[in-house]
């Protein structure tokens, strides 16, 4: 059965600073998503990466995808507090692409960026 | 507004009750997506539709659950006999016909069982 694991689930840091959470699946995946909620909202798709050595950017937030180490990571880059929210990925590993039915999430990392 | 929508956005049922949650999604999106998503956690796939036809069903959804996509528009999801255990997030997404498009979520419907 596919786990999904993220870490740090808590994340403290200050303005400026740069830090990365880390999403490690148990079993062969070739796509995986991020997302971003903020407290009470719904959630909003941040990227899609679908391939070994994946990187994708916007603005502070950079993500890549380590299909053999079976990891993928989000880097912020000086840290705003707007981007203070709870972050979420999700792994899916069926054979087709049209299938949901294997896509997992991560219990997601709670980021708050201090001043 | 052209998002997605859910209707109602609070739900607060006593067990045993049947209840019925809406979504309206962007009206150019084909794909029609429902989660659960409960405190703490990240959400859990339910169901999914391609234009009206329910293509998938997660292993985990009970028969109590029941989803439809009548036109190919709007979506309804019916829990019956509702338990202490349904209470949480229920989230809408829509996405484009081509495959592994961003899914946009809903604000979500959240459901308490008394």
């Known amino acids: 059965e596919l786990k999904v694991e993220q870490n740090p689930l808590f994340l403290s840091m200050q303005e400026g600073k740069n830090y990365t959470i880390y999403c490690n699946y148990s079993?062969?995946?070739?796509?995986l998503y991020w997302y971003r909620q903020d407290p009470g909202k719904s959630l909003e798709s941040l990227f899609v990466?679908?391939?070994?050595?994946a990187v994708k950017q916007e603005g502070r937030l950079m993500a890549s995808l380590d299909t053999k180490a079976r990891l993928s990571t989000l880097h912020i880059t000086a840290a705003v507090h707007d981007l203070s929210a709870t972050y979420f990925c999700?792994?899916?590993?069926?054979?087709?692409?049209?299938?949901?039915?294997?896509?997992?999430f991560g219990a997601g990392t709670r980021l708050t960026v201090k001043p | 507004d052209t998002g997605v929508s859910q209707d109602p956005r609070h739900k607060i049922t006593k067990r045993g009750q049947n209840v019925t949650f809406r979504c309206d999604p962007i009206?150019?999106?084909?794909?029609l997506y429902w989660y659960r998503q409960t405190l703490g956690q990240g959400p859990e796939f339910l169901t999914y539709?391609?234009?009206?036809?329910?293509?998938?069903k997660s292993r985990l959804l009970s028969d109590r659950f029941s989803a439809e996509r009548p036109k190919g528009s709007f979506s309804t999801l019916e829990i019956q006999r509702t338990e202490q255990g349904d209470s949480a997030m229920y989230l809408c997404?829509?996405?484009?016909?081509?495959?592994?498009?961003?899914?946009?979520f809903g604000p979500g419907t959240r459901l308490t069982v008394l």
């Open positions: 997404a829509s996405s484009p016909q081509q495959w592994l498009k961003k899914q946009f």
């Open positions: 079993t062969t995946s070739d796509r």
């Open positions: 990466l679908l391939s070994n050595g």
């Open positions: 999700a792994v899916g590993t069926s054979q087709h692409y049209y299938n949901n039915n294997d896509m997992r």
């Open positions: 009206s150019e999106h084909n794909r």
């Open positions: 539709f391609q234009n009206e036809a329910q293509l998938e």
